[in-house]
Antibody, heavy 120, light 107 residues
Framework: QVQLQESGPGLVKPSETLSLTCTVSGGSVRSGSYDWSWIRQPPGKGLEWIGN???????KYNPSLKSRVTISLDTSKNQLSLKLSSVTAADTAVYYC????????????WGQGTLLTVSS | EIVLTQSPDFQSVTPKEKVTITCRASQSIGSSLHWYQQKPDQSPKLLIKYASQSFSGVPSRFSGSGSGTDFTLTINSLEAEDAATYYC?????????FGQGTKVEIK
């Protein structure tokens, strides 16, 4: 059974770039059957899809964040990563990585999430 | 982007009661609508895929229906463990979007 585990710094200063990693176990990010997303949830609020990546394709991003987001895969470590530049307090959220079928598009596996706080 | 609007935002329900949550899309999405359950301090879990297909291991009291723009999640005979926030999600058109959530409280 696939497991996803997010990791990150916990605290980032305004205007800096946040970097998060999601380590996948029990499955491979090189699998052509799945794509891998980042989703975030501000405290007490709903879910926002940030973007996704498929092993043999280009990443896709939410237009609301596209100018600041980079999602990539590290196949040697079986990880996906998220970089979000020029962060503000509005980027404070729990960040989840999640797996979806490459042709089915629902999120069948989620990490436990990592809280990222933007504060000076 | 496609906007999903859930109703109600909050529902307080007694055990064994039936719960109905609706999700309305701002344009037709066929059956590309999925439902998730999120308990406090946990990540969301998939309940229903493609409007009406139960995901593996989900109790049979959870069911979904609808197509086009109007969808429903039904919980028959609510149990205490069903206290959670429920979200719909559309995968018809990028960017993927979620409803604002419906919180179900047990009386």
């Amino acid at each position: 059974q696939v497991q996803l585990q997010e990791s990150g710094p916990g605290l980032v200063k305004p205007s800096e770039t946040l970097s998060l990693t999601c380590t996948v176990s029990g499955g491979s990010v090189r699998s052509g059957s799945y794509d891998w997303s980042w989703i975030r949830q501000p405290p007490g609020k709903g879910l926002e899809w940030i973007g996704n990546i498929y092993y043999s394709g280009s990443p896709k991003y939410n237009p609301s964040l596209k100018s600041r987001v980079t999602i990539s895969l590290d196949t040697s470590k079986n990880q996906l990563s998220l970089k979000l530049s020029s962060v503000t307090a509005a980027d404070t959220a729990v960040y989840y990585c999640a797996r979806a079928g490459s042709s089915s598009f629902y999120f069948d596996s989620w990490g436990q999430g990592t809280l990222l706080t933007v504060s000076s | 982007e496609i906007v999903l609007t859930q109703s109600p935002d909050f529902q307080s329900v007694t055990p064994k009661e039936k719960v109905t949550i609706t999700c309305r899309a701002s344009q037709s999405i066929g059956s590309s609508l999925h439902w998730y359950q999120q308990k406090p301090d946990q990540s969301p879990k998939l309940l229903i895929k493609y409007a009406s297909q139960s995901f593996s291991g989900v109790p049979s009291r959870f069911s979904g229906s609808g197509s086009g723009t109007d969808f429903t999640l039904t919980i028959n005979s609510l149990e205490a463990e069903d206290a959670a926030t429920y979200y719909c999600h559309q995968s018809s058109t990028l960017p993927w979007t979620f409803g604002q959530g419906t919180k179900v409280e047990i009386k």
